[in-house]
């Protein structure tokens, strides 16, 4: 017999996210590894890693023998829809570590574009939180004929009444498997999840990732952020302790399920953000770092009862996602400990973090104003990523922190391909580049500073409102001649919806009649969610155009305090607590 | 035409040391990279950033051009024998990132392994020191078939006098070739370097490691550092300045060539080590960071001129590689700052790093001196790598410090093969794991501690003398019987190769005479080095020995005070300064 070698356990020993799962299991086994808090009880649910990971393993076997997942390349797709809980972290590992491929749905898309991902994804099974009972009732009869099964999650005993089936109960499904599973030692090319992008304009597109890209792309963020000379981002290594507020269905939770585990930082979970859950968890977790978009921080700062916590345990709060008001910038600094506003830059299509908020070691030395400028820079390219900012020759832009290109990225956790769109595809990868049409430009030190990006977005909370889904929408209506939407400044939101309106000519329906059709035709048809309805309508007889013909939404932007002026105020923004 | 994505810019973006080498020249061109300081002269080479990568790029150029050697999976192999300089490093980066080889020698290897490895290897081009110039002459004529063309590197300009030849010189060759090169996108699995063990029985044996085992030994190895939560350890990131004195012929130099490039870490190099260089580097260069053999503590600590350096930019100064007297210890916790004793594991076949000196966070709260017993302890396995210690079952060990069994490891950067050597690889890869042959115990917090590692290994300064080759050549002379060699404690090199030998009847010889015989037939030969021949001689008339008959060397180490007592001392260790 010819003596063997072992490549599989050598030079191609497989990169997966097991190897991640497995590290905290094995050197803190009795250590508290996840907690998660219900945010409407305010009960406690407390993981040792090793009870963590029985968990997993129970699920793991669950998945393959009562539920009949099959992996393969790609295995079966697994749909979650889910809030920030241990199930749900729990699903992050025994899905992808079983050979198929988990997909978390953004329960804040439309209910269409729901139905969409669901169908595209040709989802076999969908696990959902018991909060969303009611959402999956109103999707049931378009995904029935592609789900084959349901699982029902819930901190409470007991199955829901409901038309839905055939319905798994999470806990019994657990319970009905062994403590311990024997993970596949898979190829590390196996599909691991699919992502939706929120779409700009038609329907949201499918993106794999592979274990071997999320395990590079873990790696190489955690080694970008531990040699950050930041002077306000404390380096904690394995000690640090992990809030996620990042809702776990924005792509792979920006990466914090598979660094934590990898670094065994303890996990805490809040449900879905709220200012008591924050400040609670924080007190008794003693968590370490967290991050939040600027409207969780504005709630936070305004929370009454924000001085009876001990929040001193925190060390790095990063703020970012959108620009931070300056007022409220100021307060967080005296009142959140650990307070460290940044910038960054990711899509769907990059797993998501590309560039970062990075202090470089040459301008650690400056004083707090000038490093509070970098900062709110987008950032450097994390390590081991290629990106380039290109005119349309193709060349990169000089680095003059002024011309302007198109940000273009390779690397080894950039997607390959839109699912079953070779046309988005090759829109996207051009000449061995991955384009994002986002714009940018480039300083002489190589910070890039996104200039325009997602003009078709507005940013409302930590979510995104795609303009031409809502200008779409609007237009159907037969007393409507043409929409446009753009972002109105929000105290606390960020940006909120802003319509401006073109009646056809003779029409006389008013804001009223238009939001009764947005009603009506939107929200109650599932096209778009009640949080997308505008907050100011203006009905005019001229929008802004550019030479070509399209909106000019540059020039209504910059004159947005006159169109403002002139706008109906149509109701007040959603409530907090309701929307997160 | 089907639209095509790139899988090689995405799923299979290859890992190459390439992006190593890029990111440094990308962020800090102005900054300096790489110092290097003539041990003898004191003169000083400093490098940008850029103008190192610029000779970089020469380099690779002269390869292909000018030394006709070719790329390929192997590609052609390129051989150094140098020590820690600026060229050295250039050769790191130039000969993998085109496609070829490189083969670092260790040239504290005897004559006859050298020329074994060089013609094993089936070197093509030879880089050499202008002060190992002798050594190349001296076997030059049984290598000349093997070896094309030879490059002579050294800081003072011109050539030298002699018949080696085709004799290129390394300025000339850089000046050849234009500043900048075009570096092939190369399959990640194409080999980057080909490394000799220390052979312990036989001849060296080669392993050879592929760009993406490199990469992976890299991400993994500094992501197991910035997680130490030891308080004697502090993390740095980029700022840290790195003094490299591992020789970079030792295994990828401990992996610090690729580290501190990545993370954009200065690099200072010593040329070979020195006292008044290491101080006069740490204080010109503020360095930071740096690992020392307890060897060169000990030369330090009695450094006359010590006082008079600034040596207080030093923060982590690892001390490793075999156990430190505890005299040494507190002498050298006074006077160098950052002293940091550390332990760990590692081999050739292992990149080499594996096992190292880890405090959990879970016990980083334990006073100094609970600290001090955990690092001695060999360490944790690095995150990514599978380390069992397994009994004779194949099972592993049970957690309680005591039962002894084998490290056995697999993961990203083991070796697949020896080359050419398929018997010895099936010996040590058997059902999965690489079978390392180090006996170590477990305790209950994962810690690995080495109980046995190499008894046939004399650690001399940071050489390890193999016994084995000692013992054969010793047992050749005539009038000698039976020869077993130990190590015998040496307050300055750590251990001294210790001879004890059985004369055959009747002979007369005495020790004077072996030393002669080892001199003539040995060094002379080139079959073992100067700095190997023993301090000690003893003539007896009966060598311990174990029930089957083998050399009982734990009984000699039982009673080496006795057997140290009746040698004869033969010379003094070596002079410090000749030897390293």
Redesign the interface.
């Known amino acids: 017999m010819?003596?063997?070698?072992?490549?599989?356990?050598?030079?191609?020993?497989p990169?997966l996210l097991t190897?991640f799962m497995k590290?905290p299991v094995?050197?803190?086994p009795q250590?508290t590894g996840v907690v998660y808090r219900n945010p409407d009880s305010g009960q406690y649910y407390r993981f040792t890693w090793s009870e963590w990971y029985e968990r997993v393993s129970r699920l793991a076997g669950a998945l393959g023998k009562t539920l009949g997942v099959k992996c393969g390349k790609p295995g079966d797709r697994v749909a979650t829809m889910a809030f920030n809980h241990h199930r749900h972290l729990e699903l992050y590992y025994a899905v992808p570590c079983t050979g198929t491929v988990l997909h978390p749905i953004n329960v804040r898309l439309s209910l269409d574009h729901i139905v969409h991902t669901i169908t595209h994804a040709e989802d076999k099974v969908v696990f959902f939180d018991d909060s969303l009972l009611p959402m999956v009732e109103r999707i049931y009869e378009k995904i029935k004929h592609t789900v084959e099964k349901f699982v029902y999650m819930s901190d409470a005993p007991g199955r829901p009444q409901t038309s839905i089936g055939p319905l798994y109960e999470y806990e019994e499904l657990l319970a009905g498997q062994p403590p311990s599973f024997a993970w596949p030692n898979l190829d590390e090319?196996t599909p691991a999840t699919l992502c939706y992008t929120t779409a700009t304009t038609g329907m949201p597109k499918g993106v794999m990732f592979?274990h071997?890209?999320l395990y590079?792309f873990t790696?190489?963020t955690?080694?970008g952020r531990?040699?950050?000379?930041d002077p306000a981002s404390v380096?904690l290594?394995?000690?640090a302790v992990s809030m996620i507020n990042t809702p776990l269905f924005h792509i792979h939770g920006w990466g914090a399920p598979y660094m934590c585990a990898?670094?065994?930082n303890k996990m805490v979970l809040p449900g879905r953000f709220t200012v008591e859950g924050f400040c609670e968890l924080t007190q008794t977790e003693k968590v370490t770092t967290s991050g939040l978009v600027p409207t969780m921080l504005a709630m936070l700062v305004e929370y009454e009862e924000l001085g009876k916590y001990d929040l001193s345990s925190l060390k790095n709060v990063s703020i970012g996602g959108a620009a931070l008001p300056l007022g409220l910038r100021s307060k967080a600094e005296r009142m959140i400990p650990g307070f460290n506003p940044i910038s960054g830059y990711g899509m769907t299509e990059t797993a998501p973090t590309t560039i970062v908020s990075f202090i470089?070691?040459?301008l650690?030395h400056l004083p707090k104003e000038k490093l509070d400028e970098i900062r709110v820079k987008t950032g450097?390219p994390l390590?081991?990523l290629e990106v380039e900012v290109v005119g349309e020759s193709g060349r990169s832009v000089p680095r003059d922190n002024e011309t302007i290109g198109e940000i273009v990225i390779?690397?080894?956790w950039?997607?390959?391909?839109y699912q079953k769109d070779?046309?988005k595809?090759?829109e996207a990868?051009r000449d061995?580049?991955?384009h994002t049409g986002d714009m940018a430009k480039v300083d002489a030190?190589?910070y890039v500073t996104i200039v325009d990006r997602m003009t078709d977005m507005i940013r409302s909370g930590s979510e995104m409102v795609p303009c031409v889904l809502l200008e779409n929408l609007t237009a159907t209506a037969d007393f409507i001649l043409e929409a446009v939407y753009v972002g109105a400044p929000d105290p606390k939101w960020g940006e909120r919806p802003f319509a401006i309106v073109k009646l056809v000519p003779g029409a006389e329906e008013d804001e009223e009649d238009i939001m009764k059709f947005l009603e009506t035709e939107g929200v109650a048809k599932g096209k778009i969610t009640k949080w997308m309805l505008p907050d100011y309508v203006l009905i005019t007889i001229e929008i802004p155009k550019t030479s070509v013909g399209k909106f000019d939404k540059r020039t209504i932007k910059v004159r947005l305090d006159e169109f403002l002026a002139k706008a109906r105020r149509m109701h007040e923004p959603p409530k907090s607590t309701k929307r997160r």
């Open positions: 010819e003596p063997r070698t072992y490549p599989e356990f050598s030079t191609h020993y990169l190897t590290r094995r050197f803190y250590e090319d592979t071997r890209q590079l790696l190489h955690m080694l531990s040699w950050n000379s380096h290594g394995e000690s990898f670094a065994a470089k070691k040459s650690a450097l390590p081991g390779r690397g080894p950039v997607m390959e391909e070779p046309q595809t090759a990868w061995g580049w991955f030190e190589n």
